[in-house]
């Protein structure tokens, strides 16, 4: 008898530990929100300064109103963990040929979130540096590859890390050591994977439609990053900059709300319901249009092209652009 109260004690306990669980309040949470549940979450600073995480921030002073303000990142919040963004995207065989950028494999993805010390039992936060969109798509590059891998609790600390600082809170410069974490991949969503076979039947089909999510001059083919071959983009493609995806504030970026998105895609002739596929020179900047699209938009029907214009341009395939000198 005593032992089966013993087993009923250890079940009841365990219900009412995923009872607290706690839950984000979804794709990108608020320092004020990271702050009162930092100890229910696994905070990941995405950087690829990785000497920022252990120095100083540097700040200075308005002489007209002597207030400080943030002139260089430096620090991070408390317990966190660093993710070298290099080490997100991977070279693999595509098709025979090898192509950089990509995302892990199913193990090597685990080997690398358990390397942080994360776990499978509490809720994951993705913190950018927050003062530029490219830093920002580093963790939202991040965020869709753990998405990719069936972990659905994961968001992003809206202004990154340079909002916390701006707010005046806490940091640390010391690294804490952690055990390996049992983290590992829940599923495999194909859906949110776009291949290049996928992107050129959408050219010439006309849909899904196509995101282009890099700056107006390499979209017209003004000009281009040494990865991608030629200038350009897909026929057929809509651009949506990433400068407009976030708006400033005090040096630091910020989300828009949801009708502001709407209204930024069909000013930029992009349906916010239809099929849609992200892409950008590496798929490093398509990561943002991807997650307005699908996360903020709530077009969960859009993909994005892993390699991009690195891969379509390595396989040989057109791009279309204005005639240069």
């Known amino acids: 008898m005593k032992k089966i109260q013993w087993l009923l004690a250890i079940a009841l306990t365990g219900l009412v530990g995923l009872a607290q669980a706690i839950t984000l309040p979804g794709a990108v949470v608020s320092a004020d929100w990271l702050f009162n549940n930092l100890s229910d979450v696994q905070v990941i600073e995405v950087r690829t300064d990785l000497a920022s995480y252990l120095r ?77 969109m490219s830093d920002i798509d580093e ?70 439609q196509l995101l282009d999510a890099r700056q107006p001059a390499q979209y017209l083919g003004l000009a281009k990053l040494p990865d991608v071959l030629t200038f350009g983009h897909i026929a057929g493609s809509k651009e949506l900059a990433p400068e407009l995806l976030a708006k400033p504030s005090n040096g630091e970026l910020y989300f828009w709300q949801k009708n502001s998105y709407d209204a930024l895609m069909s000013a930029n002739g992009l349906s916010v ?5 992200a892409y950008c020179n590496t798929g490093h900047l398509a990561a943002g249009g991807w997650f307005v699209m699908s996360e903020l938009v709530g077009n969960k029907s859009t993909n994005l092209y892993d390699g991009s214009l690195y891969l379509w341009t390595l396989e040989g395939r057109p791009l279309v652009g204005v005639p240069l000198d």
Do not use: M
């Open 273 to 277: 319901k239809g099929p849609t596929i």
């Open 56 to 132: 100083n921030p540097e700040c200075d002073t308005d002489k007209k109103t002597g207030k400080q303000f943030l002139v260089e990142v430096g620090g991070h919040i408390t317990n966190s963990t660093l993710l070298d963004f290099k080490k997100v995207r991977v070279e693999r065989l595509v098709d025979g040929k090898k192509s950089k950028f990509l995302i892990p494999e199913k193990a090597d993805f685990e080997k690398l979130v358990q390397s942080l010390g994360i776990n499978s039992d509490k809720p994951i936060v993705l913190v950018p540096i927050g003062q530029d």
């Open 139 to 208: 963790a939202l590059r991040t965020y869709w590859s753990f998405k990719v891998y069936g972990e659905d609790p994961v968001a992003v600390l809206d202004g990154g890390i340079a909002g916390w600082l701006g707010d005046g809170r806490e940091y640390v410069t010391t690294n804490a050591q952690k055990a390996i974490g049992n983290w590992s991949a829940k599923a495999y969503r194909q859906e949110l994977i776009a291949s290049s076979d996928d992107v050129a039947a959408a050219s010439k089909a006309g849909k899904p």
